[in-house]
């Protein structure tokens, strides 16, 4: 069973820009709420209570003031800083303590599933 979740939610945002030279595009609202509560919601329906997310240097305050520390939630969110975006693999490599030797679901900040893709999701990773 996977316990624990990686939420990437870095990169340069410059498909949206100039919008996202003031805000990450993760925290830009998706009718009723930030993008980053979607990809979120997918981890706590699988049951994924640790939560590590991945933000932009710079930009952590931003985060933790629309999702301190998760326990109000139910979950535990810890926070890390990418100094660059380098890609999905770097997520793997920054998050080695938060991972050890735990089975760990990834998931990019700036996907939001909505309908049967969360049901998916959830059964893939409790198998």
């Known amino acids: 069973m996977i316990k624990k979740g990686i939420i990437l939610s870095g990169g340069l945002g410059t498909r949206m820009s100039p919008l996202t030279k003031a805000v990450n595009k993760q925290l830009l609202p998706i ?9 979120l919601s997918i981890l706590m329906l699988a049951k994924i209570k640790d939560i590590m997310i991945v933000v ?7 985060y933790k003031k629309i999702l301190p ?10 926070y890390v800083e990418q100094k660059s975006p380098k890609g999905l693999p ?9 991972i050890g030797k735990n ?6 900040g700036d996907n939001f599933f909505m309908g049967k893709v969360y049901l ?5 990773a409790q198998s």
């Open 69 to 78: 520390d998760g326990k109000n939630l139910g979950i535990k969110i810890n």
């Open 103 to 108: 089975n760990v679901a990834l998931i990019l």
């Open 31 to 39: 009718y009723d709420k930030p993008l980053i509560f979607y990809p």
């Open 120 to 124: 998916i999701f959830c059964i893939i």
């Open 90 to 98: 770097d997520a793997f490599i920054i998050g080695e303590k938060f």
């Open 56 to 62: 932009n240097k710079g930009q952590l305050d931003q």
